[in-house]
């Protein structure tokens, strides 16, 4: 575990296998950190570098006040300057939900630095004007009753919304981990996040699908029947692309079955 001082903001890594010959990078998702990929990384292989990052806001990195330094392009630069310290040359990334967001956003600026990019439970932004400011108004409403009610207040709605529903036939100590993670968020963070890289405000990537070069591998939970839907359609506009499908789970696969998860993810690499 180390910080990195990279444009002037603290970021939180946690690195396993240093020795290993291929690299993995992963980036978690809202009110998520390093902590979030435990599991995985102890069922991959010790031949696997892996680069665990608490993205801006969350975890033990910085969280600013200052919401510019949140948004997208900003976050993409603070990794890239992260892995050029990291000499993280070539790599596989890995993203989910928000982090796959950033995972994606990442792979359009520097996809020379990629060897693949698996993306959990992403989306390339929202197409449509109409539903773009829906979203961020729903973010900034969200955002201020982190502010205003606290972490504690915010947990139990957020854990109760349908996209987590599958994840109450966890077992009780998993669910308490992944509760106690979303508990030891800060409110500014939090609250920053969406305002600065939520859905609604970072870019458009639709039309970037069809020029990325690199080997993308989209993953989705079956009973998460919107992202199956949306990763259908990204599946036929991106060029060299497949998208695998997980019985039996829903948003956050790598929580629900960490095992099949690393698996997989061990083959990509």
Same mark, same amino acid.
């Given at each position: 575990?180390?910080?990195?001082?990279?444009?002037?903001?603290? #970021?939180? #890594? +946690? %690195?396993? @296998?240093?020795?290993?010959? $291929?690299?993995?990078? =992963?980036?978690?998702?809202?009110?998520?950190?390093? &902590?979030?990929?435990?599991? #995985?990384?102890?069922? =991959?292989?010790?031949?696997?570098?892996?680069?665990?990052?608490?993205?801006?806001?969350?975890?033990?990195?910085?969280?600013? %006040?200052?919401?510019?330094?949140?948004?997208?392009?900003?976050?993409?630069?603070?990794?890239? /300057?992260?892995?050029?310290?990291?000499?993280?040359?070539?790599?596989?990334?890995?993203?989910?939900?928000?982090?796959?967001?950033?995972?994606?956003?990442?792979? #359009? &600026?520097?996809?020379? @630095?990629? +060897?693949? =990019?698996?993306?959990?439970?992403?989306?390339?932004?929202? *197409?449509?004007?109409?539903?773009?400011?829906?979203?961020?108004?729903?973010?900034?409403?969200?955002?201020?009753?982190?502010?205003?009610?606290?972490?504690?207040?915010?947990?139990?709605?957020?854990? @109760?919304?349908?996209?987590?529903?599958? *994840?109450?036939?966890?077992?009780?100590?998993?669910?308490? +981990?992944?509760? !106690?993670?979303?508990?030891?968020?800060?409110?500014?963070? =939090?609250?920053?996040?969406?305002? /600065?890289?939520?859905? /609604?405000?970072?870019?458009?990537?639709?039309?970037?699908?069809? $020029?990325?070069?690199?080997?993308?591998?989209?993953?989705?939970?079956?009973?998460?029947? &919107?992202?199956?839907?949306? !990763? %259908? $359609?990204?599946? !036929?506009?991106?060029?060299?692309?497949?998208?695998?499908?997980?019985?039996?789970? /829903?948003?956050?696969?790598?929580?629900? @079955?960490?095992?099949?998860?690393?698996?997989?993810? +061990?083959?990509?690499?």
């Amino acid at each position: 575990m180390a910080r990195y001082a990279v444009n002037g903001l603290d #970021v939180f #890594v +946690e %690195e396993v @296998n240093p020795q290993g010959t $291929k690299t993995l990078v =992963l980036l978690h998702g809202f009110t998520g950190s390093t &902590k979030t990929w435990q599991h #995985v990384v102890q069922a =991959l292989p010790t031949t696997v570098r892996c680069i665990m990052v608490d993205l801006i806001g969350h975890g033990e990195t910085s969280a600013p %006040e200052d919401i510019e330094a949140y948004a997208m392009d900003f976050q993409v630069d603070l990794l890239h /300057g992260l892995f050029q310290q990291l000499h993280a040359q070539k790599f596989t990334l890995l993203g989910y939900s928000m982090g796959g967001r950033v995972a994606l956003s990442y792979a #359009v &600026k520097h996809p020379q @630095n990629l +060897e693949h =990019l698996l993306l959990e439970s992403a989306s390339p932004g929202l *197409q449509h004007v109409q539903e773009r400011a829906a979203r961020k108004q729903a973010d900034d409403q969200l955002a201020e009753k982190i502010l205003h009610n606290g972490i504690e207040s915010f947990v139990e709605k957020w854990e @109760n919304i349908p996209l987590f529903a599958s *994840q109450k036939r966890l077992n009780e100590a998993v669910q308490q +981990e992944i509760r !106690n993670e979303r508990l030891s968020q800060r409110e500014i963070g =939090l609250a920053n996040s969406l305002r /600065g890289m939520g859905t /609604g405000v970072m870019p458009n990537l639709w039309d970037d699908l069809a $020029k990325l070069p690199i080997a993308v591998t989209l993953l989705t939970g079956e009973l998460d029947q &919107k992202f199956v839907a949306l !990763n %259908e $359609k990204m599946q !036929n506009l991106l060029i060299h692309a497949q998208h695998l499908i997980i019985p039996a789970v /829903g948003h956050a696969i790598h929580v629900e @079955n960490p095992l099949k998860f690393a698996t997989i993810v +061990e083959e990509m690499i």
